[in-house]
């Protein structure tokens, strides 16, 4: 097989496709990645065939853009980014296509949606989040529109019909539109409810503990988990941080993902609270430039821009995060509490998620250190919400799992495996298959 996979997002959207592509190499089959030139030196590293959409400036420029960041403005924003990459990404997939190629692609794929539609690729849609699975039973947390479950169902169905269509169908239908006329390809409505989940096979790279099958997402959707991705060259621990997870007291970890760094004030507080707890602090990713003179970093605190998640964990006391769901995949396999300060796009769903499985509490990332405080000291003393933790984290490692972490890269290959198999000649997309889970 030779599987192809089109990645686009941040860091939190690639690294599961990169799990998944080092799975499908493993067995021996030829794997290409096509994503940001910004991650080129990334796939490079794990072993992956590399095709760029886009400049790594571009992609710099995009990410550190406050409209990407702002829920008023993010999907505007990120849409233009997207749209502007599409007749890019559409030719580079053509380019590697061959007789034996399986697509697989996040939720941005359009290029690799409208490839399979009008050469008839074979090719599997996927969510790393819940989120981007629309559902008026099962209505994901959005920090603008949210649909509360207290109204009737026909009237949530009523109200994201209506807003798929007002929000989401005027903005990327005329671009996307315009692009399928000049393929031949009919215009198409309710984009990210209906049109963008193949037919060939919708893949969830979560487990259903963590979000429950909605009866309204896709009856072909396949769970597969959490497709678990550290950096290969992030495989260590250095002394100094060694020794602080030597000490007595298990240290804080705290990260903001690799987007942002931490507001000062949100800097400042995490410094004060693991202070006033009497525990070491590790502050991960990028942090607010320039740092404020008097607030010099204490003796039991240390910045890094990178750490293997999966080693600090396991010796760490509690995580402080921005709710990517990969971050959140790595407390829970380290039954590790959660706090979660989220601030765009999915991070506020997964916060939700993680605080109704009982592994963590939700606050604004406003860097308040009072309600900080009080929230890890429940977190760290309340023997329930630990005993939860422990819970999940069974879950997550239990082998006999079809959607445990160690299990969930193979998963992802089975799938894809079948659909190759499976895939009848002549015009593939002229016969629509699914795939059994």
């Known amino acids: 097989m030779h599987l192809l996979i089109t990645a686009l997002g941040s860091a939190g959207d690639v690294h599961p496709y990169l799990a998944i592509g080092q799975e499908a190499r493993s067995r021996g089959h030829r794997v290409t990645v096509c994503t940001h030139a910004a991650f080129g030196g990334l796939v490079q590293r794990c072993g992956l065939g590399f095709r760029p959409i886009g400049s790594a400036a571009a992609y710099a420029s995009a990410m550190a853009d406050p409209r990407l960041w702002n829920p008023r403005t993010s999907l505007k924003r990120l849409w233009q980014v997207v749209s502007g990459l599409l007749d890019e990404q559409y030719a580079a997939l053509g380019q590697e296509v061959r007789s034996d ?5 996040s939720l941005w794929a359009f290029g690799a949606r409208l490839l399979s539609e009008k050469q008839g690729i074979p090719y599997v849609s996927s969510h790393v989040s819940a989120s981007t699975l629309l559902s008026a039973i099962s209505p994901p947390t959005h920090p603008r529109v949210s649909l509360s479950t207290k109204l009737p169902l026909q009237l949530r169905r009523w109200g994201l019909r209506l807003a798929e269509h007002t929000m989401v169908d005027r903005l990327m239908g005329p671009e996307l539109n315009r692009f399928r006329t000049h393929l031949g390809l009919a215009p198409v409505r309710r984009i990210l409810s209906t049109w963008i989940h193949s037919p060939h096979g919708v893949l969830a790279l979560f487990p259903a503990w963590f979000a429950p099958r909605a009866a309204d997402w896709p009856p072909h959707l396949r769970f597969c988990g959490f497709p678990l991705f550290e950096d290969p060259d992030h495989a260590g621990l250095d002394e100094e941080v060694e020794a602080l997870l030597d000490r007595r007291a298990r240290p804080i970890i705290a990260t903001a993902g690799s987007t942002l760094p931490p507001s000062h004030a949100h800097f400042e507080a995490l410094h004060d609270v693991a202070q006033s707890l009497g525990r070491p602090l590790i502050v991960l990713g990028g942090v607010p430039e320039p740092v404020h003179p008097a607030r010099s970093l204490a003796p039991t605190a240390l910045h890094r821009p990178h750490l293997p998640l999966r080693a600090l964990l396991s010796r760490s006391a509690a995580l402080i995060h921005h709710g990517g769901v990969g971050t959140a995949a790595f407390a829970f396999q380290s039954a590790v509490p ?25 606050l604004p990332p406003n860097g308040d250190a009072f309600r900080m405080q009080a929230a890890l000291s429940f977190l760290l003393s309340d023997a329930p919400s630990n005993q939860r933790c422990r819970d999940v984290a069974l879950l997550m490692n239990d082998l006999a799992d079809r959607g ?34």
């Open 101 to 105: 190629t399986v697509m697989l692609g």
């Open 338 to 362: 959660q706090l979660v300060t989220p601030f765009a796009h999915d991070q506020f769903d997964n916060a939700q998620r993680i605080v109704r499985l009982g592994c963590g509490q939700q």
């Open 404 to 437: 445990s972490s160690r299990s969930a890269s193979a998963a992802a290959v089975d799938h894809l495996e079948k659909v190759l198999a499976h895939t009848p000649t002549g015009n593939f997309a002229a016969q629509p298959l699914r795939v059994a889970a």
